[in-house]
Each structure stands twice: as C-alpha cells, then as structure tokens.
C-alpha cells in the first residue's frame, strides 16, 4: 500500500517528512469515553489506527496516541494514549509526526522548486547540509528509503530541510 502525506510546504528549517501541527493548543483532559482530542491541520491525512506522536523533535517528552477516530469536517483527531500512559498539555504550533512502520519513505523535490531539500534522521538537519543532514535532493530529484521487503522503518526516521515555500511530496510503502 502507498499511503501519501501529499505536497507539503517547506518552512527553511528541519521538519518532519510526515509532519503536522497543532492548530489549537491540546488539554490532557481525557473525555468520558477515555479519548484525547487532538486538533490538526487536515485530519483527511490520518487514518484509524495510526500512531501519532507529539512534540515529537522538542526538548520535552513526547506523547504517542492512536488515533481512534477522523473527524474531517472539523479537523479533530480522537486518539487514546498508548498505553494509557499520561499525556501533556501542548500549546498550538506543537509538533505532531505520523509514526507507522513501514518498508520505504519516498521524497520528491517538486520541479518548480528554487532549492534543494536535505534528508537527515533527526529534527538537526539544515538547509545546507547540516547536522544529520546524509542526502541532498536537487531540484526535480527524488529519493527513496528503505528495503521494499519488510516494514523496518517508521514515517518518523526522516526528517528534511530545504528553501523557505518551496514544496515536496512525501510517501510511505507499506507491506
């Protein structure tokens, strides 16, 4: 299965490949049916059973929910806390990453683009190079990841950097 995170907007600064954020601030404020609502940019991305990770890339610890229901009118996620473990509160703009296994990452650096995108494994890639930056993308370029025989990897290993605007497609193989 290809599961596609579409054409995302490059920010200049290292970001997840399957990256989101908060659009509103999260409340640890577990509902009566045990479910987190968890406010996001296109909740259409998601899918039931996917892993979400919170402040993923920060200084703080993270949080891992599952995502239990889409609404897409109103772009809220329900999610339980995996393992019923406690969640933090987070303010809007937090960072949320998509954390599924999967065989391949796939990257495009979209043709009309004015500069390259880094590969790195962490949130310390650069624009130019840097930190755990180990893949320059050119422009019209394209990489892939991964062995297309097992799901060894998860969305959450690749992080990019590339030109402020500029636009990549992202994409995961699954086995």
Known sequence: MIRSWGLQTITGAAQPLFGDKLTA?????????????VPVAKASQYQIGDRIVLGFGGSS???CLMVNAVNTSTNVLSCISEGDAPVSNWPS???????????????????NNSGSIWEGS??????????SAFQEILVS???NFG??????????????AGTL??????????I
């Not at 962490?122 to 930190?131: E, H, M, Q, W």
């Not at 062995?147 to 990019?160: F, L």
């Open 25 to 37: 601030a999260f409340k640890n404020l577990k509902q009566p049916n045990g479910f987190y609502f």
């Open 122 to 131: 962490d949130s310390t890639v650069t624009n130019v190079g840097g930190g």
């Open 93 to 111: 703009g937090t960072q949320i990453v998509l954390s599924i296994a999967c065989a391949v990452l796939r990257m495009n650096n979209i043709t």
């Open 61 to 63: 610890p993270t949080n």
């Open 147 to 160: 062995v297309e025989q097992w799901n060894a990897i998860r969305t959450s290993d690749m992080w990019v």
């Open 165 to 174: 605007n500029d636009k990549m497609g992202a994409a995961a193989i699954i």
């Open 141 to 143: 370029g394209s990489d």
